[in-house]
């Protein structure tokens, strides 16, 4: 006899188990709410900074710094191989790889600048070029800049809400807190995605809507090799090996007119600081956009913590985490069973059955 009441009440108490902590009081709830902050607090914490659980498949949600990482490298990749209008060349007149494309705009650069070059022509001396045309060109050359980034940005966007919907899941087991909390967590989404993108408009506006600026050396470093390499390629066109050296002769065959030295220091200027700026940019953006915005201690991520519940009134707290009448009875029903199988098991005791 006593056995079998002892099998009832551990089948019973089994099932309360299975409905997780009691939920009817507000402290009851209040330290529900921020056990499950705790718990997400630390699996945010651990999926960026790489700490993975082993079990997880490999290209798990829950492995977040993982799929951020892939895709800034995707970013960057895009960047280089799309986010140019044209394709520069380099001095002896080449498709220069590091920025060659199987598809789209393939109008020879040069041939582009001269146009622009012969529109664009103001109050400048000839030969000499104008600021404002080079901004221009710039503008049109990275034109391509705002739709790759805001694609990346919708990318991170969405695999942090994979995150956090995968998280939820694993760590919230009551159905109707987790869509509570997943629904705060959404309008807080939807903030923190559309600041994202203000920030990338802020970004794009300062790369490509004003003059064009750097105290980077590697700018006025690039340019200088690069006038070097065009003298020297245009001394080997001219073939001069084993040919008495004239250096009226040299200085002819090195002649360029007005507009084609123009055209040619445009296209050197306008490489030099593009490669220049797009890294630039590419690193702003991950950092100011991705990092900052989207994973940052404002971010939607971030709003599940043990600090939630505690922010919240008790009519905030009841609508989130208090449980619902079906489980409340469940719950009752079966603390008054255990009761019974208690006292059953006390009397049985006494009286030696």
Not at 82 to 93: A, D, E, M, R
Request: include cysteine; hydrophobic fraction near 35%.
């Amino acid at each position: 006899m006593v056995k079998e009441i002892e099998d009832l009440s551990q089948e019973t108490q089994k099932e309360l188990e299975l409905l997780g902590p009691s939920r009817q009081t507000t402290v009851d709830q209040r330290r529900y709410l921020t056990q499950i902050g705790t718990l997400y607090e630390r699996h945010v914490g651990n999926a960026l900074s790489g700490n993975y659980d082993p079990t997880w498949d490999s290209n798990s949600p829950l492995k977040l710094r993982m799929h951020i990482h892939s895709l800034n490298e995707l970013f960057a990749k895009d960047m280089a191989h799309y986010g140019h209008l044209k394709i520069f060349q380099t001095v002896s007149g080449e498709v220069d790889g590091s920025f060659d494309r199987s598809a789209g705009d393939q109008q020879n650069i040069y041939e582009w600048i001269r146009t622009l070059y012969r529109d664009s022509r103001g109050a400048e001396l000839p030969g000499t070029v104008n600021p404002a045309v080079l901004e221009n060109m710039f503008r049109q050359q990275s034109s391509p800049w705002e739709r790759i980034a805001q694609d990346y940005v919708e990318k991170a966007s969405s695999k942090i809400s994979d995150f956090i919907r995968m998280s939820l899941e694993k760590i919230v087991g009551d159905d109707e807190v987790r869509a509570s909390l997943m629904s705060q967590i959404v309008r807080r989404q939807t903030t923190t995605s559309t600041r994202a993108m203000e920030i990338l408009s802020t970004i794009l506006s300062d790369e490509r809507g004003g003059i064009l600026q750097t105290v980077n050396h590697y700018f006025a470093d690039t340019l200088a090799e690069t006038r070097q390499e065009r003298v020297m390629a245009r001394l080997r066109s001219l073939d001069l090996e084993g040919v008495p050296m004239n250096v009226t002769d040299v200085l002819s065959g090195i002649h360029l007119s007005n507009e084609q030295q123009a055209v040619n220091d445009i296209h050197d200027i306008l490489k030099a600081y593009y490669k220049l700026a797009l890294k630039r940019f590419c690193d702003t953006v991950i950092l100011q956009v991705t990092e900052r915005c989207l994973l940052g201690q404002d971010a939607a991520i971030r709003l599940l913590s043990p600090d939630l519940a505690s922010g919240m009134t008790d009519r905030e707290l009841a609508d989130v985490a208090e449980e619902n009448f079906a489980t409340s009875t469940i719950r009752n029903d079966l603390l008054s069973r255990i009761q019974r199988y208690q006292r059953a098991l006390d009397i049985v005791r006494q009286v030696g059955i």
